[in-house]
Nanobody, 121 residues
């Protein structure tokens, strides 16, 4: 069984910084692309960033230059470092990962539990 567990988030003032973590655990054979999404109630979940197994990255235009995603492959963990936060960044943030477990020959898609980020003075 594979799980994605998120940590971090909370309340921050505009212009502040936060870091989110997303740790994969369980019977893991390989972790491929790890992604971040966010969702405001009533809206669709939107793409924020991803990092491949080879550490190539891509960002949504709305966060480019302010957010950085990284990963520690030894810990099967991805990070989202968010700088210069704006009120419009307020949302529930979700991590997503393509993971192949030790019983499978193909990867499956997993989601973290979500974590609230609130940017407000």
């Amino acid at each position: 069984q594979v799980q994605l567990v998120q940590s971090g988030g909370g309340l921050v003032q505009p212009g502040g910084s936060l870091r989110l973590s997303c740790a994969a655990s369980g019977s893991i054979a390989a972790v491929y692309t790890m992604s971040w999404y966010r969702q405001i109630p009533g809206n669709q979940r939107e793409f924020v960033a991803f990092i491949t197994g080879g550490e190539s990255t891509k960002y949504a235009d709305s966060v480019k230059g302010r957010f950085t995603t990284s990963r520690d492959n030894a810990k099967n963990t991805a990070y989202l470092h968010m700088d210069s936060l704006k009120p419009e960044d307020t949302a529930v943030y979700y991590c997503n990962a393509m993971i192949r477990d030790i019983y499978s020959t193909t990867p499956n898609n997993y989601w973290g539990q979500g974590t609230q980020v609130t940017v407000s003075s």
